[in-house]
């Protein structure tokens, strides 16, 4: 008479079944999308890396320009702080921010930044808004007004304009959109 151990060891498979051919089909499925979506993430990472890295440029840029733009010899007259410009006065008016903003985009290496998003120059924007894709990799520079002494806020920020004054000793804050619409903030900075 045969055990009831002889029984069970003639029954039992020593290979793979088909069960455990899917859950190793299933394992490397998975492997192989963790991986393409950390090589997706990665290069979206360095879109924002480099969206980071040109708003670096311009708050090194204009820093140094901010030393040496209230000079006589200053190196970009358009940028000329001092020079007070009419009330009424158009954009592209010397002493605006339109005016030197155009001076930065013709003659600085500024200019031929790229926004790694869209492949083309950034451009700037009045706030950084997560419902609106088109923001990403833009630049949001706002100028900083001081409030009184003894405010609950120590300034109020505003974008610059093209129209805006630049004859005084500003300062300002550069931020640019991430991926998600969100602003990144680079740094503040006198100009």
């Not at 490397?28 to 963790?34: D, F, G, Q």
């Not at 209230?70 to 008016?93: I, L, M, R, Y």
């Not at 833009?138 to 009184?148: F, S």
Request: hydrophobic share 40%.
């Amino acid at each position: 008479m045969a055990s009831s151990a002889d029984h069970t060891s003639e029954h039992q498979n020593l290979g793979t079944t088909t069960a455990d051919k899917l859950f190793l089909a299933f394992l490397v499925l998975v492997v192989v999308a963790v991986t393409l979506l950390g090589v997706v993430n990665y290069k979206e990472a360095i879109k924002v890396e480099t969206s980071k890295s040109n708003g670096e440029a311009w708050v090194a840029w204009l820093t140094e320009t901010g030393t040496t733009r209230f000079e006589a010899n200053t190196q970009h007259p358009a940028c000329k702080g001092g020079v007070k410009p009419a009330a009424d006065a158009k954009p592209g008016t010397p002493g605006t921010w339109g005016a030197c903003l155009a001076h930065i985009m013709e003659t600085t290496e500024l200019k031929d930044q790229i926004n790694p998003f869209f492949n083309v120059a950034p451009h700037f924007v009045a706030a950084c808004d997560p419902k609106d894709r088109t923001l990403m990799g833009a630049i949001l520079l706002e100028d900083l007004m001081p409030t009184p002494p003894g405010s609950a806020t120590p300034f109020v920020a505003s974008q610059l304009i093209d129209a805006d004054p630049i004859d005084y000793k500003m300062q300002l804050r550069l931020s640019v959109c991430d991926k998600g619409g969100y602003a990144i903030k680079v740094a503040e900075f006198e100009f």
